[in-house]
């Protein structure tokens, strides 16, 4: 006998067997027991989140012979129930919209649609990437959809709904399907193997069901894969090497390195990856993840169960964390996270992953600016003598990075050509300045938002933030940046929106404007006037105007990939 794959054999029958979309199958069978039948629907959710397969139930309670009327349990024994399953109904017609996307296909559609169903109640047209279609085949479609015959049902999916016309959408019923959480996608794989009688540790069960993100038909053929590879007993080793995952002990132990300031550490670590055959560049999402959740794991006090992980594996984090200072924490994420684009980019992955895991050791051995500040004010106390004479006096605020009260408030020395500008001498010590406080330019903005929402910040800066007016703000990115998608997301989108708001004090309009070159590249001037405005807005940091006065120095370049 032909082995069927899990994901067929498993495909849900009714809805009860639907796996979490519970607010889809309970408004659906309200729908059909209060006989309200409406003529479209639609099924919109990313892949393997049970679309066609609601579409299919839905279609079988509609013409299941065991009732008189439509039932909202289809009983899966008569034919036309059974046809279903087999997918060779005469009434319940699958349309791939990938591949019958012309006006064509929809013409002959129309036709069709005109006959009465052969056997059962509806004829019903279940049309799967309904997105794919023409926008001629969708016009042809909306004829039909404006007067549909009694007789006919369309179904669509998509995991695109946002590609379909607004006149189309409102003809349709729609529901939106979720991911399926992992907690539940483990549950009824737990089920599935048990029926199988196949045995997978709870962690490999975690494991396959968090690479599948939320989608059961992904979860279902991972398994399958799985089963494939060692069909006799399922070792966690066996599930991590087939998803290609990095083994977290490895993780444990740069961090570790990292913590006790260990390059030998680091960088064994890192070869003994690289010997092991895993990608380099999955290495590297996979550590980024790992710190996010060490900084996650820092900064929460209450149960991280909604953290998705093992358990053991999540008290190893809350263990790692308290190893390793927030300050630390957030610098190796800052300088890992910005190193993306080269460890993308480089033909050597290798080598550029071990450079950044030395400049994160290199940089922790620095000296915290503020320490530099300290040491330099009691010195000049020393010098001068008691402070309170002339010159301006430095004040430091509570909210600066430094403890409260390290500072003590030292006067100008004598001799120094510096004039604070009265605005800035009344600013906070803070590297970033408080939104209220700080200009309401663009470089004020995005200090701001370094303040609120690093990675948001991080990824602006791979662009270029302009003011138009005074209402709108114009992100200009290349358009073959990474960042282009994630920043036009609607989510992000409003973040930037509140943002604004926040900053600004009043509604900004955001545009995300792709360009053809990086901005800030073309042709000297613009870089000239880039550089005069980046030293300007450095020295209206009080902190680096401080410096700047001590060392009775200038500010020659501002460099902020760091
Ligand atoms: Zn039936």
Redesign the pocket.
């Known amino acids: 006998m032909s082995y069927q794959v899990l994901a067929r054999k498993w495909r849900p029958q009714t809805f009860e067997e639907v796996i979490g979309q519970k607010h889809v199958s309970q408004t659906l069978k309200n729908a059909i027991k209060q006989g309200k039948i409406a003529h479209a629907f639609l099924f919109s959710g990313e892949r393997g989140v049970g679309k066609t397969s609601v579409a299919r139930i839905l279609a ?1 309670a509609l ?4 009732k008189p009327e439509p039932t909202e349990i ?5 034919p ?3 046809e279903i399953t087999a997918g060779n109904s005469m009434d319940v017609l699958e349309i791939d919209g990938a591949s019958n996307t012309g006006v064509d296909d929809v013409r002959i559609l129309r036709e069709n649609v005109r006959y009465k169903p052969a056997r059962d109640r509806y004829k019903v047209y279940i049309i799967d990437e309904v997105h794919m279609l023409s926008k001629a085949a969708f016009n042809a479609l909306l004829k039909t959809l404006e007067e549909p015959p009694p007789h006919t049902i369309f179904m669509f999916a998509t995991t695109e709904p946002e590609k379909l016309p607004d006149t189309i959408i409102s003809r349709c019923l729609r529901f939106d399907l979720k991911r399926i959480a992992t907690q539940e996608i483990i549950a009824h794989l737990e089920r599935l193997l048990k029926e199988e009688q196949i045995h997978i540790s709870k962690r490999g069960l975690f494991l396959i069901a968090r690479a599948a993100e939320g989608s059961m038909r992904d979860a279902q053929s991972l398994l399958d894969r799985i089963l494939a590879y060692c069909p006799d007993a399922v070792k966690d080793a066996d599930v991590e090497e087939l998803l290609g995952r990095v083994d977290r002990s490895y993780l444990y132990k740069i961090t570790a390195a990292i913590a006790a300031e260990d390059p030998e550490g680091c960088l064994t670590a890192l070869n003994t990856i690289y010997e092991s055959g895993f990608d380099l560049r999955q290495f590297y999402y996979a550590y980024l993840e790992h710190v996010r959740d060490l900084m996650v794991a820092k900064v929460s006090s209450g149960s991280l169960a909604w953290m998705d992980m093992p358990e053991e594996e999540l008290k190893e984090v809350v263990r790692l964390a308290q190893t390793v200072s927030a300050e630390k924490l957030q610098r190796v994420f800052r300088l890992w996270y910005a190193a993306e684009k080269e460890i993308n980019q480089s033909p050597l992955p290798k080598v550029a992953l071990e450079m950044c895991l030395l400049e994160m050791i290199h940089a922790q051995q620095s000296i915290p600016i503020e320490e530099v500040l300290q040491k330099l004010d009691e010195l000049q106390q020393k010098i001068a003598g008691a402070p309170g004479a002339h010159g301006p006096v430095w004040s430091s605020s509570a909210k600066s990075t430094a403890p409260a009260g390290k500072h003590e408030p030292v006067k100008n020395p004598a001799g120094s050509e510096y004039t604070a500008p009265a605005e800035a001498a009344e600013q906070p010590t803070n590297m970033v300045p408080e939104g209220s406080l700080g200009k309401p330019d663009e470089s004020g903005f995005l200090a701001f938002v370094r303040q609120r929402n690093l990675p948001l910040a991080s990824q602006l800066e791979h662009g270029t933030i302009r003011l138009q007016g005074d209402r709108e703000l114009l992100i200009e990115l290349t358009a073959d940046s990474f960042f282009l998608e994630t920043i036009k997301d609607r989510e992000t989108g409003d973040k930037i929106k509140e943002l604004c708001e926040e900053f600004f004090k009043k509604q900004m309009k955001v545009t995300v404007v792709p360009v053809k070159k990086a901005p800030q590249l073309t042709g000297s001037q613009p870089k000239e006037l880039d550089r005069k405005k980046k030293v300007r807005d450095a020295m209206h940091n009080p902190l680096i105007q401080k410096i700047v006065e001590t060392f009775e120095g200038e500010i020659v370049e501002v460099k902020t990939d760091i």
């Open positions: 079988k013409n299941c012979h065991s289809p009983c899966n024994t008569c036309s129930c059974m």
